[in-house]
């Protein structure tokens, strides 16, 4: 299975700053099916980007994604205070579907 | 806007088996894959399994055959069965739209149901 390791595990950074969160496979996922998803606390995850670089409905551009291969990145451009959440990043390209375990953004 | 509810008990007894409803509203279940995920407390997301709405499916071999997932497209509904369950099924379980044939991931998601294995 495809292990996905997500850093770094918590970012502390202030709201209007750039954020950048790194997730690394251990074996080359197609970009077409790699997403990333953010969670607060008692809701649901909500889908951010899918295939890699492209938003879902609804996501403000301030979010992006970007790589290839074994490395990926989600950009925050500048931080709004409603950010601050637990993002997770996830392949669907090869089963089984595998999630990376987190990284923690809070405000500094 | 599509929505799903999770709904089943919240309390399970050791090597028992734990059966979840999820209920799709605002949009149809045809024409799409549905899919399950749990989350132990303090653990990473774990994918469960998904379904098509025809009732083809894939699992995640790492529950060993102990998961079954299935679809009643005239209640909109589908449903998780994970048998012989023991203290670390305890998680919060999701169900999510899988939208697996254009590629853009899990994009309706429910809120979750907390499910605890107990005696």
């Known amino acids: 299975e495809i292990v996905l390791t997500q850093s770094p595990g918590t970012l502390s950074l202030s709201p209007g700053e750039r954020a950048t969160l790194s997730c690394r496979a251990s074996?080359?996922?197609?970009?077409?099916?790699l997403a990333w998803y953010q969670e607060k606390p008692g809701q649901a995850p909500r889908l951010l980007i899918y295939?890699?670089?492209s938003r879902a409905t609804g996501i403000p551009d301030r979010f992006s994604g970007s790589g290839s291969g074994t490395d990926f990145t989600l950009t925050i451009s500048r931080l709004e205070p409603e950010d601050f959440a637990v993002f997770y990043c996830?392949?669907?390209?090869?089963?089984?579907?595998?999630f990376g375990q987190g990284t923690r953004l809070e405000i500094k | 806007q599509v929505q799903l509810q999770e709904s089943g008990p919240g309390l399970v007894k050791p090597s028992e088996t734990l059966s979840l409803t999820c209920t799709v509203s605002?949009?149809?279940?045809?024409?799409?894959?549905w899919t399950w995920i749990r989350q132990p407390p303090g653990k990473r997301l774990e994918w469960i399994g998904y379904?098509?709405?025809?009732?083809?499916?894939n699992y995640n071999p790492s529950l060993k055959g102990r998961v079954t997932i299935s679809v009643d497209t005239s209640k909109n509904q589908f449903s998780l069965k994970l048998s012989s369950v023991n203290a670390a099924d305890t998680a919060m379980y999701y169900c999510?739209?899988?939208?697996?044939?254009?590629?853009?991931?899990?994009?309706?998601w429910g809120q979750g149901t907390l499910v605890t294995v107990s005696s």
């Open positions: 996830q392949q669907y390209d090869d089963s089984p579907i595998t």
């Open positions: 295939g890699a670089s």
């Open positions: 379904i098509y709405y025809s009732g083809s499916t």
């Open positions: 605002g949009g149809s279940i045809s024409s799409y894959y």
């Open positions: 074996q080359s996922v197609s970009s077409s099916y």
């Open positions: 999510a739209r899988y939208r697996r044939t254009s590629g853009l991931g899990f994009d309706y």
